[in-house]
């Protein structure tokens, strides 16, 4: 049994200039390049995911757009395995499922954006699926939400979804702390 990457939505749109910035995505999206970098090294398999938006007028990730483009850091090699998806599961109306299978991977590392979004969907359908997950929590990323008259500052965000994360469905850890327990 093998451990994949999913390296979910690190597009154009999230980082400055974009549509929808994330609160410190630069540093999150340096540390998911650091995790493909270890993966291609050691060939294990990655899986790019990518989001684009069905609706008109939405927000972010609109097909054929720059925002839509997976970010230079992580950017896909010709033979990388892009999987376009269009709702926050990343197993929703796709082909991951069938893909990881055909890989024989039971355990999958997760990083990329938005923690309260795909990221949480994403980990959760996996763990209800039967892999070991493991979120990457510093190369994940997300921004400030509005609840009725508050606000919710992106640390106090990412910090809840990954606290919820870790309690049933992943084992949250570090950058730093996978680098010095990965073992191929």
């Known amino acids: 049994m093998k451990t994949g990457l999913l390296l979910v939505d690190i597009q154009n749109d999230y980082f400055p200039g974009g549509m929808v910035e994330l609160v410190e995505i630069d540093d999150a999206a340096a540390k998911a390049e650091e995790l493909l970098t270890l993966f291609r090294k050691h060939q294990l398999p990655t899986y790019h995911i ?22 230079e850091r992580v950017k896909p090699l010709p033979e990388d395995v892009v999987i376009q998806k269009h709702f926050p599961n990343s197993f929703r109306e796709t082909d991951l499922l069938d893909r990881l299978k055909n890989a024989d991977v ?19 359908a996996a763990a209800d699926y039967g892999f070991r997950c493991m979120v990457i929590h510093d190369a994940c ?23 919820a994360l870790a309690f049933a469905y992943a084992k ?6 996978f680098v010095s327990s990965f073992r191929v």
């Open 50 to 71: 990518q989001h684009i938006a069905l609706e008109k007028g939405s927000p972010a990730f609109l097909a054929n757009t720059s925002g839509s483009e997976i970010h």
């Open 106 to 124: 039971s355990k999958l590392v997760i990083c990329g954006a938005m923690s309260h979004m795909c990221i949480d969907a994403t980990t959760r």
């Open 141 to 163: 990323a997300t921004r400030d939400l509005k609840f009725l008259d508050t606000v919710v500052p992106a640390q106090q965000v990412h910090a809840s979804f990954m606290s």
């Open 172 to 177: 949250v850890i570090s950058f730093q702390e």
